[in-house]
């Protein structure tokens, strides 16, 4: 079950960068307000609410900043009106990347993306391009220091199916109809979930072995994650550990 954690914690790592320059709030707020857009403001009727109401508490978003978010997402309140739209493409190495986005202008957007693409030896590609390779998984994030037999244990006995310890605590998965089932029982366990979220999960991975890539593919990922219209970045690197430190 254990997975590629030194990739998965370039992500963490990241998002702990974001929220120091505020940009982190921005990208959760976002969700809020389309969350609530396409479900209505109450949480306990819109999961996608409910999930992205718990990651804004995992990151001490106050509750007066949470409200704003709904009331702008069900129109009480005046807002920019912001829509999801999923990219794909492939990076250096033939890595193959999806990113999902939370935009008010698309065309911008795209445009943006393009060029980051292109800037590291990548393309932006057509829908479906790369998607055929990803499955949508569910995915709840843990502050543990459980080890990761012990986390493997619980998970699997919540219904998951795969566990990838990163520099935080672990990242757990399971199939997208039991992401609820899953968090419940994993905090009735006493784990500490910081954010429930889906996925996307790739099929086949593509094997990068030299480091001059491996820092491109970095590069990229940075660039992306900068973009305030950026929400998730997925793709399918399978990267030595060792290749990091060179």
């Known amino acids: 079950m254990a997975g590629h954690s030194k990739w998965a914690n370039i992500k963490h790592r990241k998002a702990v960068t974001d929220a120091r320059r505020g940009k982190l709030f921005?990208?959760?707020?976002?969700?809020?307000?389309?969350?609530?857009?396409l479900g209505g403001g109450d949480p306990?009727?819109?999961?996608?609410?409910?999930?992205?109401?718990l990651t804004a508490r995992g990151v001490s978003m106050s509750?007066?900043?949470?409200?704003?978010?709904?009331?702008?997402?069900?129109?009480?309140?005046?807002?920019?009106?912001?829509?999801?739209?999923?990219?794909?493409?492939?990076?250096?190495?033939?890595?193959?990347?999806?990113?999902?986005c939370t935009t008010d202008k698309p065309h911008r957007t795209v445009a943006e993306l393009r060029a980051t693409f292109s800037k590291c030896d990548g393309n932006l590609g057509e829908t479906n391009s790369v998607a055929w390779n990803f499955v949508r998984k569910g995915a709840l994030t843990l502050q543990t220091s459980l080890t990761e037999d012990a986390l493997i244990e619980l998970a699997l006995e919540a219904g998951a199916d795969d566990v990838r310890m990163t520099d935080e605590g672990a990242v757990v998965h399971?199939?997208?109809?039991?992401?609820?089932?899953?968090?419940?029982?994993?905090?009735?366990?006493?784990?500490?979930?910081?954010?429930?979220?889906?996925?996307?999960?790739?099929?086949?991975?593509?094997?990068?072995?030299?480091?001059?890539?491996?820092?491109?593919?970095?590069?990229?990922i940075d660039m992306l994650e900068e973009n305030d219209d950026v929400q998730n970045v997925h793709n399918n690197a399978d990267v030595d550990d060792a290749l990091f430190d060179t």
């Open 26 to 37: 921005t990208r959760i707020s976002k969700e809020i307000i389309v969350a609530a857009k």
């Open 44 to 53: 306990d009727s819109n999961p996608r609410l409910r999930m992205a109401m």
């Open 63 to 100: 509750n007066e900043t949470i409200k704003r978010a709904i009331q702008r997402g069900t129109g009480e309140l005046e807002g920019v009106s912001y829509e999801d739209v999923r990219y794909e493409g492939y990076g250096p190495g033939g890595v193959a990347f999806i990113v999902e």
């Open 174 to 220: 399971c199939a997208v109809d039991l992401l609820g089932q899953c968090q419940n029982i994993l905090q009735s366990k006493g784990l500490l979930v910081t954010e429930a979220r889906y996925d996307y999960e790739p099929n086949t991975m593509v094997s990068v072995t030299d480091a001059a890539v491996v820092k491109k593919l970095t590069k990229l």
